[in-house]
């Protein structure tokens, strides 16, 4: 069982050592990447999933429990410890999202023998994260960009059983960032969001602050700021309130933010 | 001289796969010679020449099926790699009719599959991936980890001895292993012969009575319910 991952910092863009000398992410963390676009969060996570041995461009390195990972996480994604899931990850069969769990089950179980159990534990999961009902009857080609991302999640957590899951900016894709960050807390894995949303960051354990592909800052966050998080919330679900009335045709008048504050 | 014989679909990142290959051969001191069989268009040749400056050849098999036309020319290729000094051949194939594999005992058999191509493609291409030593499965970049390992699953159904290796060939990622094995590959000698059987070719069809129907025919015939058999004297 995985208890830690240490991130050793490489170099930024201008090649000079990154400011924060080395992350541990340890087993049951749920951590933020922030940084302004272009700051290198996507390329910290890559190195993260790739199990970057001095060789990306970074320079950076990656330890498991304090030594480099094995052959076997990079050769075989069934022994891989780390899932990767971005706005771009799609999936290509055709297959009914029922089969396709089913044999994805089938080839992660020992025997061949799939529980159903797990078939819908996953569907259930996926449909707790998106709005739209992820049915075993739709073909997976079929699904929305939300739909896929869920299903994408709880297939990771559910079947793959994944300890380290990598998160790439999904609350652009139509997934309830709240409800995601909730249900994810209820298991033990390493969670590491990259993110410009203000709200999972204050809900991490700590959030690794990006800028010109460096490392900059890690900050954790104390109790005053999961006490903020509580603020924001209401201030989000208001948006949430608005886009969903939005979305089904409303119309406003110019005082409608004052009446519902 | 060492041989690694490539095959793979059409489009699938057997050159993506080589050109890495190349290069990290290259660094490593072996001398690289390519050699590029296909039907009737391919411009590896001119491409890997411009890029590394290494000796490249091209062969068009026309009618002939790409991987008969490997067992005809091979020979005489390995013979010409040994004209331009070089100590390790690469032969990219189009493998296109399923049936045969172009790989020899001796030689680095290796078949290239995209992940992008669907999870039953393992299960259509018989000999081309059950006769291989290396599946190269490429475009992981583009799918979940889930049909990945799907894929990979099927990969081992089929043939189970295979060594799979998942790589990002649009970045080089993952092509390490897959160079360390071509180096650990022992040089080919004396006659070479075909890893596979070839299909059976001597039938009616095949020497040009075009009447439709296995009625019509002798020799090793197949109606569409049953399995095929011989027919004739
Ligand atoms: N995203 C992605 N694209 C790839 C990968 N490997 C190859 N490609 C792309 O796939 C296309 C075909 O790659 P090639 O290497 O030319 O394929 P090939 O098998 O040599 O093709 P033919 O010789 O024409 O049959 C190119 O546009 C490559 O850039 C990969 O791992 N990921
Ligand atoms: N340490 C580094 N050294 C060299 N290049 C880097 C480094 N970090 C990032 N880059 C490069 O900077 C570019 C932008 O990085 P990246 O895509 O990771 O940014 P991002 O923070 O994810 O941006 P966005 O918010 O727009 O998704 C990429 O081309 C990447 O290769
Ligand atoms: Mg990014
Ligand atoms: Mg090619
Ligand atoms: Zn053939």
Redesign the interface.
């Known amino acids: 069982m995985i208890e830690r991952i240490t991130l050793t910092g490489g170099r930024g863009k201008d090649g000079r050592a990154e400011q924060v000398a080395s992350v541990d992410f340890a087993m049951g963390n749920v951590v933020s990447i922030v940084g302004p676009t272009g700051s290198g969060k996507t390329t910290l996570i890559s190195d993260l999933e790739?199990f970057a041995d001095g060789s990306t461009p970074t320079g950076r390195r990656v330890l498991i429990d304090g030594v480099t990972p094995p052959?076997e996480y990079?050769?075989?994604?069934?022994q891989?410890p780390i899932?990767?899931?971005t706005q771009h990850?799609?999936?290509?069969?055709?297959?009914p999202v029922g089969d396709?769990l089913r044999?994805?089950a089938g080839?992660?179980s020992r025997d061949g023998v799939v529980a159903e159990a797990v078939v819908s534990q996953t569907l259930a999961f996926a449909n707790q994260l998106t709005g739209e009902p992820v049915l075993p009857a739709l073909r997976m080609t079929e699904l929305s960009g939300g739909q896929t991302r869920a299903l994408?999640i709880a297939?990771?957590v559910v079947?793959?059983n994944?300890p380290i899951i990598l998160l790439d900016e999904i609350e652009n894709a139509g997934i309830h960032r709240m409800k995601a960050l909730e249900l994810l807390r209820q298991y033990r894995k390493i969670f590491v969001f990259v993110t410009h949303d203000p709200y999972i960051p204050l809900l991490s354990d700590f959030r690794v602050v990006m800028a010109a592909g460096a490392m900059t800052k890690v900050i954790r966050s104390g109790e005053a700021e999961r006490r903020l998080a509580q603020r924001v919330r209401v201030a989000d679900d208001l948006l949430a309130g608005f886009r969903e009335r939005i979305r089904s045709g409303g119309e406003f008048s110019a005082d409608e933010l004052e009446a519902v504050a | 001289m060492k041989l690694a014989i490539c095959a793979g679909p059409a489009t699938c990142g057997k050159t993506s796969v080589l050109r890495h290959t190349t290069r990290k051969l290259l660094a490593r001191g072996s001398r690289v010679a390519f050699l590029k069989i296909d039907v009737q268009y391919a411009e590896e040749d001119e491409e890997l020449a411009r890029e590394f400056g290494i000796p490249t050849k091209k062969v068009y098999s026309g009618e002939l099926c790409p991987d008969h036309c490997n067992v005809m020319v091979l020979g005489e290729a390995l013979e010409w790699a040994e004209r331009e000094a070089a100590d390790v051949l690469l032969v990219e194939t189009a493998g296109l009719c399923l049936r045969c594999s172009p790989y020899v005992d001796g030689g680095l058999g290796i078949v290239v599959l995209e992940a992008?191509s669907?999870?039953n493609l393992p299960r259509k291409i018989g000999p081309m991936l059950s006769l291989a030593d290396v599946a190269v499965v490429t475009k992981i970049d583009?799918?979940?980890?889930?049909?990945?390992?799907?894929f990979?699953?099927r990969i081992l159904d089929a043939a189970p001895d295979i060594r799979?290796?998942?790589v990002n060939a649009l970045h080089g990622?993952?092509i390490d292993?897959l160079v360390e094995r071509m180096r650990a590959t022992p040089d080919v000698c004396g006659e070479l012969t075909l890893r596979g059987n070839p299909p059976v070719g001597t039938c009616t069809i095949c020497v040009g009575k075009k009447t439709v129907g296995w009625k019509s025919h002798f020799g090793v015939v197949r109606p569409l319910e049953n399995q095929t058999f011989y027919r004739g004297e």
Do not use: K, Y
């Open positions: 790739l052959a990079r050769e075989d994604p069934s891989n899932a990767l899931i990850t799609s999936f290509l069969s055709d297959l396709f044999i994805h080839v992660r994408l297939d990771a079947i793959g994944a | 992008t669907g999870m583009r799918v979940s980890q889930a049909e990945r390992e799907v990979r699953a799979v290796r998942e990622i993952g292993p």
